[in-house]
């Protein structure tokens, strides 16, 4: 374990702010081989701290003063040491990113998120800037999207499912010719939705920051009862139909920005079981800590309210995909 990881473990087992002091009295008894290591033994022998403690202190002072993981609070004294509320929010998602032992046999990498949740929660006004400079995405893509969300509270009409439908063919869903990918026709779209329309109402009503296991099964269900593509996987073409029925739990996925960006990996295994456990866990483990963030949430809320200047931030989920997006321009 490194010096950083024991400071990051002590501070998230406290409530409260520490002092480097009450860090190093820590260090001290539940780490001791990170007190009086060699590098504080020669500090003191060639003067440069008086003893062992103050070797330790300085040690503490150099890591939580120059790293954006902590928060030195330096209007008290001794200053009050914290983790920052970027880091909170990764510690969040890396204490709930274990996967059920059941699913275990499913994934052949636990894939780890906190890096890609720093990097978007660091670099949110940029990536967003870039991502509305770019211009990439408008005309059809943009009504039909616009189209969808706006008639969802009906899922079961014939209006809501033609944008829906409309909406995948002109994010590349329906490739023209011999290859690429295929959708299924509308009327078994369709169909399979209005199996599914007690279920997708239900899912209405939730949000993200209050899942539980019940409503991620109602979730799963919806997932599996979708149909929509016809070649090949369900992962991207089912996401993007869900969010447009349920844009505050499910984000779009796609393989050119979501899974390059988080997996650096575009391939999806071709099983619908395995899809959905890939789904969930993009979404619980880097959608939802990202969205979470109490800073960001409020950024991105103003943005979802400035629709004039920002008509693609049409929810807050979206709002982290259109970052992932922007973070690949």
């Known amino acids: ?45 060639k003067g440069h701290y008086k003893d062992l403690d103050c070797a330790l202190l300085a040690q503490i002072y150099s890591l939580t003063g120059t790293s954006e993981v902590f928060h030195c609070d330096k209007s008290t004294k001794p200053m009050q040491i914290s983790l920052s509320d970027l880091e909170k929010t990764v510690l969040r998602s890396s204490r709930g990113s274990e996967i059920e032992p059941t699913q275990r046999t499913s994934y052949k990498k636990k894939f780890e998120y906190q890096d890609k949740i720093r990097n978007i929660l660091s670099n949110a006004d940029n990536y967003h800037d870039v991502y509305y ?22 899922p079961a009409s014939l209006t809501h499912l033609e ?13 023209m010719g011999s290859g690429g990918s295929k959708m299924c026709s509308f009327e078994v779209f369709s169909q399979s939705i209005q199996r599914l329309i007690g ?25 599996c009862g979708v149909k929509v593509m016809a070649s090949g996987t369900s992962l991207v073409g ?57 800073t ?20 807050i989920l979206k709002v982290v995909d259109n970052l992932v997006i922007g973070s690949k321009k």
């Open 133 to 154: 400079k770019a211009k990439t995405f408008r005309g059809p893509s943009l009504y039909f999207h616009e189209r969808a969300l706006a008639t969802r509270h009906d």
């Open 1 to 45: 374990m490194k010096f950083s990881n024991v400071v990051k473990k002590i501070l998230s087992s406290n409530s409260n702010p520490m002092s480097p002091q009450e860090i190093g009295n820590q260090i001290k008894m539940e780490h001791p081989d990170f007190y009086g290591t060699p590098s504080h033994h020669r500090n003191v022998e």
């Open 296 to 315: 960001f949430y409020l950024k991105a809320e103003q943005w979802v309210k400035t629709k004039k200047d920002y008509p693609w931030d049409t929810s």
């Open 199 to 223: 279920r997708v109402l239900e899912a209405q009503t939730f949000d993200f920051r209050e899942m539980s296991e019940i409503k991620w099964a109602v979730l799963k269900e919806i997932f």
């Open 238 to 294: 089912n996401s993007k139909v869900m969010h447009h029925m349920l844009p505050n739990v499910i984000p779009p996925i796609d393989r050119q920005y979501t899974l390059d960006f988080l997996r650096e990996n575009k391939n999806i295994r071709n099983d619908l079981e395995a899809e959905w456990l890939t789904m969930k866990e993009i979404i619980s483990q880097f959608f939802i800590p990202v969205a979470s963030n109490a």
């Open 163 to 175: 944008y829906v439908y409309a909406t995948l063919a002109t994010w590349g869903m329906h490739r």
